[in-house]
């Protein structure tokens, strides 16, 4: 194995990206629960708000799980474009 194999680098720039796709997930998430959070208080005081946290949850939990797929998709995107390439399997056949 290379030592290429065990480096990875990006500019200052795709790290910058990278550091601010993060936060507006961060963001999101805390959003989402805090949503969450304050519906679950009211249904607690009243059964009626149940209903907007079902809501809340149906809508803004796929929106959370897309915003993470996006952001794995991303560097998943970024370490492939690094990778070097597949050694050769022709040689060890006989």
């Known amino acids: 194995m290379s030592d ?3 480096s990875f ?3 200052r720039d795709e790290l910058m990206a990278l550091h601010e796709k993060f936060r507006e997930i ?4 805390n959003n989402t629960l805090a949503v969450i959070m304050a519906l679950s208080e ?3 005081r009243n059964p009626a708000h149940l209903e907007k ?3 809340a949850v149906l809508q803004r939990g ?3 799980v897309q915003q993470l797929q996006d952001f794995q998709a991303q560097l998943a995107g970024k370490l492939k474009s690094t990778a070097p390439p597949a050694e ?3 040689a060890a056949q006989p």
């Open 4 to 6: 290429q194999s065990a």
């Open 9 to 11: 680098e990006m500019t």
């Open 26 to 29: 961060k963001h999101s998430i």
């Open 42 to 44: 009211l249904g607690q």
């Open 53 to 55: 946290l079902a809501k």
């Open 62 to 64: 796929p929106e959370v």
């Open 88 to 90: 050769s399997t022709e």
